[in-house]
């Protein structure tokens, strides 16, 4: 166990470095260098200009500068925004709460709805229920995110006038909880309809797997009521096969909230992404790749240890 | 040498038939692939035929005054520069349908020989391979694709491009699995054991046993890709103006006065979307019934 926790660590860590070697290479590809701005001011002259890019180390190979960045990185130093000036580290940090608050309500709320969809629909396999509730999982799963929003915002918040269209919290600054999820339902659901239409496939198919097997039979055979051989005998097995899943559609919400903040104006780092790649802010999409990349391989690494925690097969192969 | 040639042959070809008949037999049955079938091949024929007979027209500006409503000639009233909707809802549909196939394609190119090489060679270029894969996989691609698209500059072809590099690491992971169980059956250490070259055993013996699950994940690549394409160019990062797509129609409903009042200009393209997500994702499943009825989901 404790071999396979190491190797999965050291896999992420690799992992890691590779996405920010993958962003950085990418990011020095862009057009414009730190010094366009430099060369703007008509005082600079030419010596100046060769000695602050000495000073930021832009005369050396790419791979150098990259080794510079990466210690920085690692003293917590991600360089100063292009635009604002502010460390790239408050900016980014700022924004974080906002997203992973998004992203996590819609997490909660894909399973809290997927999984009993998903258990009704493989109940009766092949019934007319299970057919219309198949469909639509399928459906679902396949709606643009910011269709889905705009539709949601067109229908709850300007025909019916329940919910809010967008931003985090009202105009007057009030920052109670009831006014957080005033605003939070409508993009929650816009980033957890097509993953409830994933998790009610998911736990539909491995239900109809599970439901087969003789300890099924046998509790049914043991006069186990139908609830209890349903939720104890059959689901208990299929939360494995649940938990992979998730690894895979993690990073695939996050990349949904990006577009779904934009809809919804939600005060995120989808939105500060989009802000800084319209105004070429190379450090803080950079700040923003690393933040994304240190959540979503440590819930991966977390998703992986408790998968063979779970089953403990899974650390022999 | 000859005569065994010849029967295998006989063999394999009415096995085939019957391999055809059945996979036809069992994508006819999955109605809601045929119905994802029918509609999309309307599709295709609207999108590639309705622009010639009609003498659309998605360029001109000034038709109307921005954003006014439907009239007779122009069903869904005009854009924001005045430009008829429903030809670029038509215009719209051959960039979607052209972003999916494509990009598609490139993400196949890529991830095929990668693959082939990460399964049959092993070891450390095995190993490499995999993790790049890792890596690509791990991270949310919308955050790559947005990165590179603010370097290279958008368009349709960069789109393309783009999307279709990101999307090699899954047909990579596909066809690798394949080749580490097909590397070891007994009939490729024989052809290995008699001499066949490398490149022949992986033609002949390891790629048409890849074929199936390759044209369903292809299958369903190209929805995620269509999906992918209209996300940018709703941000403003893919298909630019005056080239009309999908998403693009929707860019102007981010402002709310449109998004209440202008219903014409941005519902019609995000149905259009799901319709066409959700056909080709039908086909996708009725083939993955059809080609080995042993995958899931």
Redesign the interface.
């Known amino acids: 166990m404790s071999n396979y926790i190491i190797r999965r660590t050291a ?1 992420a860590i ?2 890691f470095f ?2 920010t070697m ?2 950085y290479f ?2 020095t ?3 414009g260098s730190p010094l366009d701005a430099l060369l703007a001011d008509p005082g600079m002259t030419k010596e100046e200009v060769v000695r602050r890019s000495a000073e930021l180390g832009l005369d050396k190979p790419v791979y150098i500068q990259y080794f510079k960045w990466l210690n920085e990185l690692l003293h917590g130093n991600m360089g100063y925004s292009y635009t604002s000036y502010r460390p790239v580290v408050d900016v980014v940090t700022e924004r974080i709460a906002a997203t992973l608050v998004l992203t996590v309500s819609a997490i909660v709320l894909s399973y809290i709805i997927g999984i009993p969809l998903g258990i009704i629909s493989s109940l009766k396999p092949y019934s007319i229920l299970d057919y219309i509730m198949s ?1 639509l999982a ?2 679902m ?7 889905l929003g ?2 949601l ?2 229908i709850f918040s ?1 025909k019916l006038k329940i919910l809010p ?1 967008g931003g985090m919290y009202d105009a007057s600054g009030a920052t109670d909880l009831l006014v957080l999820i005033k605003h939070l339902v409508l993009p929650t659901f816009a980033i957890a309809i097509p993953e409830i239409g994933k998790v009610m ?2 736990v539909r ?1 491995n239900m109809l ?1 599970v439901l087969t097997e003789d300890y099924v039979k046998t509790a049914r055979a043991k006069g186990v009521k139908e609830w209890g051989v349903i939720i104890i005998h059959a689901f208990r097995n299929t939360l494995i096969p649940i938990i992979t899943i998730f690894s ?1 559609s993690f ?2 919400m ?3 909230s ?2 779904v903040e ?2 919804f104006g939600w005060p995120g780092l989808g939105t500060l ?2 802000n800084s ?2 105004s ?1 802010d190379y450090p803080i ?1 950079m700040g ?2 690393v933040i ?2 240190i959540v ?2 440590a819930t ?1 690494l977390l998703v992986d240890i408790l998968y063979a925690y779970l089953d403990p097969r899974i650390t022999y192969n | 040498m000859m005569v065994n040639n010849k029967n295998d042959n006989i063999y394999s070809s009415s096995k085939k038939q019957s391999y055809f008949r059945d996979v036809a037999k069992r994508f006819v049955n999955h109605k809601l692939a045929i119905i994802g079938l029918i509609i999309l091949t309307l599709l295709i024929l609207i999108v590639t035929f309705l622009p010639m007979t009609m003498k659309l027209d998605p360029y001109t500006i000034g038709r109307e005054l921005p954003y006014s409503g439907p009239t007779k000639g122009l069903v869904l009233g005009v854009d924001n520069a005045g430009r008829d909707n429903f030809s670029r809802l038509i215009y719209g549909g051959r960039v979607s349908l052209l972003v999916g196939l494509l990009s598609t394609g490139i993400s196949v190119l890529i991830g095929i020989p990668l693959g082939i090489v990460a399964g049959y060679y092993g070891k450390t270029i095995d190993a490499i391979i995999m993790r790049i894969a890792d890596i690509f996989i791990s991270f949310p691609s919308i955050i790559l694709i947005l990165v590179l698209v603010s370097i290279i500059g958008p368009s349709m072809w960069s789109i393309i491009v783009i999307i279709g590099i990101m999307g090699w690491p899954e047909f990579a992971r596909l066809i690798r699995g394949n080749v580490l169980s097909v590397r070891e059956k007994e009939y490729v250490e024989s052809a290995k054991a008699i001499g066949v070259k490398d490149s022949e055993i992986i033609l002949k013996y390891i790629l048409p046993n890849s074929v199936a699950p390759i044209i369903v994940a292809a299958t369903f690549r190209v929805a995620g890709a269509i999906l992918q394409e209209s996300s940018l160019s709703f941000l403003g990062m893919g298909v630019q103006p005056p080239q009309a797509s999908w998403g693009n129609m929707l860019y102007g409903a981010q402002s709310l006065t449109v998004l209440t009042t202008k219903q014409w200009a941005w519902i019609p393209p995000g149905l259009m979307l799901v319709i066409t997500i959700c056909c080709v994702n039908f086909i996708g499943d009725g083939l993955r019934d059809a080609l080995d009825p042993r995958m899931k989901i």
């Not at chain 1, 799963?141 to 910011?146: D, Y």
């Open positions: 896999l690799i992992t590779g996405i993958l962003v990418m990011s590809l862009a057009p469909t399928f459906i799963s396949g709606v643009p995110g910011f269709f705009m539709m915002i067109y300007v269209f496939r998911h198919s797997e895979g990073p695939f996050i990349g949904g990006v577009v934009r809809v992404m989009i790649i319209t070429r999409i923003i790749s994304v990349a979503v391989l991966n």
